[in-house]
């Protein structure tokens, strides 16, 4: 291209107009901005910026735990039964497990008696390889009833958490 020294004086008027036009679009584009960013909302766009990479809380709180070393105890639910585990999650291993389906005799787990139980055979098991510390993920439920026997009886068994 040629210096604008030596083009023609409508075309050096052009380029200013439009370098005109886009600074000006860029500073109402600034302003736009600014007044949208008012009432607290900086607050909020800064605490989004500075928030971890992994927004689940409960996949936050897996991750330091298992990052500490203990293991987790996980309970599931159901109408009918209950399954409780004891899982690695550095690994992805599950160290130990029981449930209601267990046995020859497949009775009702949908008790609090049967989740009793359940919870003394998992802490059994997981004395039996070596884990006695672990944390109790209730997996969304609330710590009431048959997810609170499973945890009772985990540790009458030794488990401590």
């Not at 039964?81 to 389906?101: C, E, M, P, R, W």
Request: proline share 2%.
């Amino acid at each position: 291209q040629l210096p604008l020294s030596s083009r023609r004086p409508a075309q050096d008027a052009m380029a200013l107009r439009v370098l005109l036009m886009l600074a000006l679009t860029m500073v109402a584009a600034a302003l736009n901005a600014a007044h949208a960013l008012s009432n607290g909302a900086q607050a909020r766009v800064a605490a989004r910026a500075a928030a971890p990479a992994m927004r689940h809380h409960e996949h936050v709180m897996r991750y330091t735990r298992s990052a500490d070393g203990r293991l987790r105890l996980c309970v599931v639910r159901t109408n009918n039964h209950i399954y409780g585990q004891i899982i690695d999650d550095t690994k992805g291993f599950v160290i130990a497990a029981a449930s209601t389906l267990e046995g020859e005799e497949k009775k009702y787990g949908g008790n609090c008696e049967a989740a009793l139980e359940v919870g003394k055979r998992l802490g059994e098991r997981a004395k039996d390889k070596g884990v006695e510390k672990v944390w109790f993920d209730r997996n969304g439920h609330k710590y009431h009833g048959r997810v609170a026997a499973l945890a009772d009886g985990a540790r009458e068994a030794g488990l401590s958490f």
